[in-house]
């Protein structure tokens, strides 16, 4: 009994060899990362895109009234530095861009220009405010990168870790030179744009003041679809900011944009503390 | 070989439904308590913005009156699922269903607290009823994976609103949900089509954060024996071109009366500036007719 147990794993592991990541011939490995961010992408986001606001609408569409932070997880200190808020005094000392930091600009309603700038950079431009993102999909911060409206960003295709490392016998799946690697029963293909963004200058995450400080963390998640009843294409935005300073909680909001054919629309403006975009 | 025959028919209509169809297996464990993070919009009477609504659809919601949630055929009425996920307290259980026979899996269970809907979303393939079928608050959901994205689409809903402020769903409207996980995070996408209310699909977007330690309450609703604030017989609504509160919302924020009786034209960034030659009344009022349920 005891040598039919040890047979069949071995026929197992003797089935399961050839599939192993990392055993390509010639040393190539089999199944190797792409070599850049734009060959490994989930999905296009290049092209333009325009807002669709379905929600919030009168904090997205108009400029809400001060102190108007419904929905917004603020501490105290968060409503009284809102309580501040000088929309004149933002654009007399050329601070009319803070509301079009990394963290609201995609609640702004407007056009998006999405681009790859190189290999591993993804670049975000839109017309309202006249704001550049990119994602960097190499490298990490400098240490000495100052902050700006838009912050440092790290990118990452996401979705794509392997379901289960076990080989089924109770160890992490190995190749022939013990080292981990996934099997292919337990692959799964990235299916999102994880951004990461620190190092902001202090901004608002609304028209109206709310802020949030040069300490936040932003991470979003982007995703593509087509709807089935129209068959647009749809981009997708998961916002999460973490702001002890500001905010008793991370804040989540959504922003979904549609694609367009062509730049028709495109209208740039200028950063303005008093209007919507 | 009429009984052999007869014996194949008999055993295909005694296997259980999960039997017979393609079970999807699961690439992404959905399965747990997730902690809503909601906005909680559209609680005012005149509050249309951001709904691609037609005329039909408008009217409807000019009718809807606050009270005839106190009408005792009301008082325990659900949200359909869809709704009840983004307007209520919406904690959220998901669960694995199995096929009650054969213990086998054939999707997952959604359940929230307020008024406890329930959806099952299959994911084993078979198809949705005839159009004459039965329609639920949950409706009927069938379900496939795009990738790690669990989409589903539901149909057989019954008449609601999609809105807590009386806006109107048609009993002939589907949605398409979107439920992906981003680690512990959980968005769902909701996209409504409904043919008679809307000029196209309705898109938003909830999430919530993986709870483990979350308990769900028991929701006990019944109808009080001496009845409620609206009298027998009477059903509370606005005739057409008489609803004195309709206003209110735009001029509390001074948003153009046209504006926030929504429409696709006003999801737009273009919008924005036609709003500029809209005429606004005069912001003399910061109360307005709300429901607070």
Redesign the interface.
């Known amino acids: 009994m005891g040598g039919r147990v040890v047979l069949l794993a071995a026929a197992a592991l003797v089935a399961l060899t050839p599939y192993v990541e990392g055993q390509g011939r010639g040393g190539a490995p089999q199944n190797a990362p792409p070599p850049t961010a734009k060959a490994g992408a ?1 999905f296009d986001m290049t092209g333009y895109w ?9 904090y997205r ?2 400029v809400p ?1 001060k102190n108007d932070y419904q ?1 917004v997880p603020l501490n105290p200190e968060g409503r009284r530095v809102a309580a501040e808020w000088d929309p004149a005094r933002d654009q007399a000392t050329g601070e009319a861009c803070r509301s079009y930091g990394a963290v609201g600009l995609l609640q702004i ?3 998006l220009h999405i681009t790859w700038q190189d290999d591993n950079t993804l670049r975000l431009e839109t017309d ?1 405010g006249k704001q550049t993102r990119l994602f960097r999909f190499a490298g990490s911060p400098p240490m000495n990168h100052e902050p700006t409206w838009q912050g440092y960003s790290s990118a990452m295709w ?2 794509g870790e392997p ?1 289960d490392r076990r080989d089924g016998f109770g160890g992490p799946a190995q190749d022939a030179k013990g080292h981990v690697v996934v099997l292919p029963a337990q692959r ?2 990235p ?2 744009l ?1 951004v990461t963004t620190t190092r902001m200058r202090t901004g608002y995450l609304q028209k109206n003041g709310i802020p949030y400080s040069s300490n936040a963390l932003l991470e979003e ?1 982007f ?1 593509v ?1 087509s ?4 068959k647009n294409t ?1 981009l ?1 935005v ?1 916002t ?1 900011v973490t702001d002890p300073q500001y905010l008793v909680e991370p804040l ?1 909001m ?1 922003a ?1 944009f549609k694609k367009l054919p062509d730049a028709t ?1 495109w ?1 740039p403006t200028e950063c303005r503390a008093d ?3 | 070989m009429r009984s052999m025959l007869l014996l194949v028919l008999f055993v295909l209509a005694a296997a259980p439904a999960s039997a017979q169809f393609a079970f999807a297996p699961p690439r992404v464990d959905f399965t747990g308590e997730w902690s809503p993070r909601v906005y909680n919009t559209h609680m005012d009477i005149g509050d249309y913005t951001g709904m691609p609504l037609n005329e039909q659809g408008r009217l409807r919601a000019e009718t809807w009156h606050p009270d005839q949630l106190d009408l005792p055929e009301n008082l325990c009425r659900p949200h359909p699922i869809d709704h009840g996920l983004r307007v209520s307290v919406s904690q959220l259980r998901i669960s694995n269903e199995l096929d009650p026979e054969t213990r086998q899996p054939v999707g997952l269970r959604l359940h929230v607290w307020w008024q406890e809907p329930e959806q099952v979303i299959y994911m084993d393939g078979r198809p949705h009823p005839s159009p004459n079928a039965p329609h639920k608050w949950s409706g009927f959901s069938t379900g496939w994976w795009e990738r790690n994205t669990l989409v589903y689409r539901t149909t057989h809903l019954k008449e609601a609103y999609l809105s807590r402020n009386g806006v109107p769903k048609s009993p002939k409207a589907e949605v398409t949900t979107r439920m992906h996980r981003y680690g512990n995070l959980l968005t769902i996408v909701f996209i409504i089509h409904d043919p008679l209310y809307l000029t196209q699909p309705y898109i938003r977007e909830s999430s919530w954060i993986l709870d483990p330690n979350q308990v769900i309450p028991p929701f006990p609703c019944e109808i009080t024996p001496e009845g409620t604030i609206v009298p027998a017989g009477k059903v509370p609504n606005f005739l057409p071109g008489q609803n004195d509160a309709l206003h209110d919302f735009a001029i509390e924020y001074g948003i153009p009366f046209e504006a926030a009786l929504g429409g696709a034209e006003t999801l737009y960034p273009e919008y924005i500036k036609k709003m500029k030659t809209m005429k606004v009344a005069p912001r003399t009022t910061t109360t307005h007719y709300r429901r607070t349920q």
């Open positions: 989930a325009v807002s669709e606001v379905t929600e919030k609408w009168r569409m108009l009234d929905m309603p407007g056009r309202s996401g979705g379901r799964k293909e299916d999102y994880k998640y995703d679809f709807d089935p009843y129209t749809w997708v998961t999460v989540i959504h979904h629309g209208d209007e919507p975009r």
